[in-house]
C-alpha cells in the first residue's frame, strides 16, 4: 500500500466525513512540505534557474461549526493525529494576526523588544491556525496593502524584509500554513491570494444530519496507538527516501490540461505544486526519477475539485450558499423556509435580506410575494 491508501485507510477508520474530498489536499501539502525542505539542503529541483520554495498552503472555507478545525485536528492537530509524530515541526493555534505570523517589534520604558512570528518560529514546520484574520483582512476587497505584501513574502519566496521604526526584521521561512476561513467576499486573483490552495464546503441539511450521526458515533472510539505509530513510521521513511530524488520530469501531457481547462499562466505553479504532491504521496516507490502525470483517477480529481472551487470562490461564495439552499428547496422557497436553512449556515435574517436584494440585482434569484426563487434564464 502507498503512504497515500494507508493513510486514508485510517481516516475511513476513524470514520472522518468526506475524507476522500478534502483528506488528499492535506498529504498533497504534507509530501510537498518535506520535498522542498529536502530541495533547500540538495539543491535538485529548479525553475527558470532559480531554486522555488515549493509549498502548499491550505485554505479551507466554511461556515462556522464545520469541519474547518475538525480536520486540522485529525490530520496534525492532536496528540494522535495524522501526521503528528512524522517527525515534521507541527505548530497550531486557534487564532492569529498578520504581525503575529510574521513578527513585530514593541517599546516598553524605552526597551525594545522583538518578538518572533509563527513563520520564523516554525520557519521549517507546517503552521495550523483555525481562523487567520490577518489573513482574511489581507483578502477582503478592503484588505491592508502592506499587510498582504508581507503575508505574500512570507507565503511566495518565504524571504521576510520588514522594517519598524528604527528596527529591521530578517528572515527565510519555508512554513507551509493550514487554515480556514468563513464564507467572505475574496480576492483571490490578488498576488496573495493565487498562492493559497482552497477548500470548500458548502453543507447542506443532509450534510449536517450526517455529521450529527457521526458525532454521536465518534463518542467512545480510542486511538489505535501501534496503529499510530507505525503510519507515523511509514510517514518518516518517506520523507527518507525524498533524498533519493535527483531528478523531476513533467508529463508534456499537463501542458495539454491546462490549456484545456482554461488555467491562468500565474496559476501554473500553484497546480503543479499540487500535482507534484499528490505523485509523491502516491508513489509506490519513490526513486531517483519523479515523473508527474495527472493520469491517476485520485490526482486528476484533486486537480478537477480545486479548479472548481477556485472558480466558485471567485464567483461569491456567500452567493453560492445561498443558490446551494434554493437548490436544496426545490429551487423555490418560502421566505421564512430560507431564514431556517441560512441559521444553519450562521447567517442572520438581516445579512439574508441583504444577500437575497443583492441577488436580485444580479439576476441570479427573483421574489415573488413571499417566496425566493432561483431565476430561470
Same mark, same amino acid.
Given at each position: 500500500m502507498t503512504l497515500y491508501d494507508e493513510i486514508m485507510s485510517e481516516l475511513k477508520n476513524r470514520e472522518v466525513y468526506k475524507c476522500e474530498t478534502y483528506a488528499p489536499f492535506y498529504m498533497s501539502s504534507f509530501a510537498l512540505h518535506n520535498f522542498n525542505l529536502m530541495n533547500q539542503k540538495r539543491k535538485i529541483y529548479w525553475s527558470g534557474k532559480m531554486l522555488p520554495n515549493s509549498r502548499l498552503h491550505i485554505m479551507f472555507c466554511a461556515p462556522a461549526g464545520y469541519m474547518k478545525s475538525y480536520f486540522l485536528k485529525q490530520m496534525a492537530g492532536e496528540e494522535y493525529s495524522i501526521f503528528k509524530g512524522a517527525g515534521t515541526r507541527i505548530g497550531y493555534e486557534q487564532e492569529m494576526t498578520a504581525a503575529a505570523f510574521t513578527g513585530t517589534t514593541a517599546t516598553n520604558n524605552g526597551v525594545k523588544t522583538r518578538y518572533v512570528g509563527a513563520a520564523e518560529e516554525y520557519k521549517d514546520g507546517i503552521m495550523l491556525i483555525d481562523e487567520f484574520k490577518g489573513l482574511t483582512d489581507a483578502l477582503s476587497t478592503q484588505g491592508n496593502g502592506q499587510m498582504e505584501s508581507q503575508l505574500l513574502s512570507a507565503l511566495d519566496s518565504g524571504q521576510i524584509i520588514k522594517r519598524l521604526s528604527n528596527e529591521r526584521i530578517e528572515f527565510k521561512t519555508h512554513l507551509t500554513l493550514w487554515t480556514g476561513i468563513q464564507p467572505a467576499v475574496l480576492n483571490i486573483s490578488s498576488g496573495l491570494g493565487r498562492r493559497l490552495c482552497y477548500m470548500l464546503f458548502i453543507p447542506s441539511r443532509k450534510d449536517n444530519e450526517i455529521l450529527l450521526d457521526l458525532g454521536q458515533k465518534a463518542y467512545g472510539m480510542k486511538p489505535d496507538?501501534?496503529?499510530?505509530?507505525?503510519?507515523?513510521?511509514?510517514?518518516? +521513511? @518517506?520523507? *527518507?527516501? %525524498?533524498?533519493?530524488?535527483?531528478?523531476?520530469?513533467?508529463?508534456? !501531457? #499537463?501542458? $495539454? =490540461?491546462?490549456?484545456?481547462?482554461?488555467?491562468?499562466?500565474?496559476?501554473? +505553479? @500553484?497546480? *503543479?505544486? %499540487?500535482?507534484?504532491?499528490?505523485?509523491?504521496?502516491?508513489?509506490? !516507490? #519513490?526513486? $531517483? =526519477?519523479?515523473?508527474v502525470e495527472l493520469k491517476d483517477p485520485d490526482v486528476r480529481r484533486v486537480f478537477d475539485l480545486e479548479k472548481e472551487w477556485r472558480k466558485k470562490i471567485n464567483q461569491g461564495v456567500t452567493f453560492i450558499q445561498m443558490m446551494s439552499i434554493l437548490h436544496g428547496l426545490g429551487g423555490s422557497a418560502d421566505i421564512t423556509e430560507v431564514y431556517d436553512e441560512c441559521t444553519m449556515l450562521g447567517l442572520n435574517i438581516p445579512q439574508v435580506t441583504e444577500l437575497i436584494t443583492d441577488m436580485i440585482r444580479y439576476g441570479l434569484v427573483q421574489k415573488r410575494g413571499n417566496r425566493v426563487e432561483v431565476f430561470k434564464r
Open positions: 496507538i501501534q496503529q499510530a505509530k507505525r503510519l507515523w513510521l511509514k510517514q518518516q +521513511t @518517506f520523507c *527518507n527516501d %525524498l533524498n533519493k530524488i535527483e531528478r523531476v520530469v513533467y508529463d508534456p !501531457e #499537463i501542458l $495539454k =490540461e491546462y490549456k484545456k481547462a482554461k488555467i491562468y499562466s500565474y496559476e501554473s +505553479t @500553484f497546480f *503543479n505544486n %499540487l500535482i507534484l504532491g499528490m505523485n509523491l504521496i502516491k508513489s509506490d !516507490e #519513490i526513486g $531517483k =526519477e519523479v515523473y
